[in-house]
């Protein structure tokens, strides 16, 4: 999953690593697009409402814990970040920019919706 949701800077995959982890320590829905992405047979695009409200074993917005397999192949980076991921209390994160593309992380509910809803102001997606 880290692998799928880091663009660049590849040192992100770390963190996104760390933001699963506090979310199943946490018992709460991963929520990554990425495996609702590969539970629809997509590997990019957009998502919409449907999509997401589309109940698949993969999609971790309805589901908590882990998908029921791998959603790709990882880099050694990724299985170097799952591994040791930094320390943080990072729960949320958004992609702020495509180029390249990076992501603002926080522990925040309202930092975070703040930051997507510039994201998507700017185009970000």
Excluded: C
């Amino acid at each position: 999953m880290a692998e799928r949701e880091t663009g660049r800077p590849e040192e992100e995959r770390g963190q996104i690593a760390r933001v699963i982890y506090n979310r199943l320590d946490a018992s709460e829905p991963l929520g990554i697009g990425a495996t609702v992405l590969y539970g629809l047979g997509r590997d990019a695009g957009e998502l919409t409402q449907q999509d997401l409200d589309t109940d698949t074993p993969y999609n971790t917005r309805m589901h908590a814990g882990l998908p029921p397999t791998p959603i790709g192949l990882p880099s050694r980076a990724a299985l170097e970040a799952a591994i040791d991921p930094p320390d943080g209390d990072w729960f949320y994160y958004v992609l702020v920019s495509n180029d390249p593309p990076t992501h603002m992380f926080t522990d925040s509910s309202a930092e975070f919706q703040r930051a997507k809803e510039q994201a998507q102001a700017d185009g970000v997606f």
